[in-house]
């Protein structure tokens, strides 16, 4: 418990942690190891109302921000990363709808999210761009009262899968390297819109983080996010930090489950010759302090960037970039020292502490990665420009 919450946000922590540990993790297993996109963890957090996160409250949602969706996907992460990451996306692309919503745009997408009939999630990543997702080239072109798109995504988290897909694109009749950008959501049945192959990572296997191709689909104009010029905006407004929480308290969920699973082994292993406990011997009981203090220290980090964003402090910008790439480093250290501890019963093929560690290294490859949050946190603190 912490004295960081509101009461609101206790009760919904509460109910996350209860269908986690009920519905989510008996599955965890089973997601990874069939690449099993989680559908019972968003139906059941769908039934408990939480797909409306962060909907308005006037949209019938619960009006939440970012410290709310950083203790959430907190506590799905602890009990199956896949399933964090898919209702993280959702988040970050609900949030992302709901910041310049339209009269259309509230009714037809954040009300039925709040409802729990709708899943969204975001679609910024390219080949031609790579950890540079805010470059996109995804061609926008005018034709009417529609907008076609040409290009193709990749690493679509929810693939497939979500209702609606927040789609980064040029501005129409502009050249991709002006840096300019727009954002459009695009429904799930869009015409000339092909899935590519099926996801099948190292870890976070339950992502169905697809490719998807677009080849002149057709999307209606009133589905074009904010206006042209807001690009900026969204990024550093909206996407960068709903994106970095969502991460940064699925990854803290990695290195708690991990911390969980080395202090379940240090005290139940006893050996039979001398009846010593491995919780006896010193050297363990450092390492495991030190992991303890990392998954604290992480999370005070986290939840402090998540009140100052959400107060609108003007010195939380470093605090957010810095969450993400800390609870990354957290997270593969914490699995990596499970794995130490947990000796050979961790060692062996896709056990829990081995999911734990393959999921806990997409961290450093998702965008932005480890190195350019450092690197931007650094910039952030010595008043130069992110980019
Ligand atoms: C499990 C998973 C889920 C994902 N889900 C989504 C999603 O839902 N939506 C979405 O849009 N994308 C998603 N992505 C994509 C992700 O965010 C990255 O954009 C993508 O992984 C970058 O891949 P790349 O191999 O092209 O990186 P590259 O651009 O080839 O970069 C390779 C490495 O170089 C480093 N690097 C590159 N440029 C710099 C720099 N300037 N400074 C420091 N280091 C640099 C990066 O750290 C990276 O580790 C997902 C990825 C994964 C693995």
Redesign the pocket.
Known sequence: MTTAFSEALHLIRDTAERIAEQEIAPLAERVDLECLWPGHALDALAKAGLLGLQVPKALGGHGQGLLALSAVAEVIGRACPSSA?CFG?HCVGTAVIAAKATKYQQEHYLRPIAQGRHVT?????ESGN????YLPQTALAVDGEHFRVNGT?R???NGGHADSYVVSTTIPGDAAESGDFSCLIVDRDTEDMTWLEAWS?FG?RG?S?RGVQFDGARVPRHNLLGEQGDQVWYVFEVVAPYFLMAMAGTYLGIAQAALDAAGEHLRSRRYAHSGESLRDVEILQARYASMWMAVEKTRALIYDAGRRGDLGDPDALPFILACKAEAGDTAVYLANEAMTICGGAAYRENSHVARLLRDAR?S????P?T??LK?WTGRALLGLPLL
């Open positions: 990451l996306m999630t975001l679609a910024l990543s790579g950890a540079h997702f995504k690493f679509v988290t990572g976070m992502n983080a997409a450093h490859v998702m965008s990665t190195d350019m690197v």
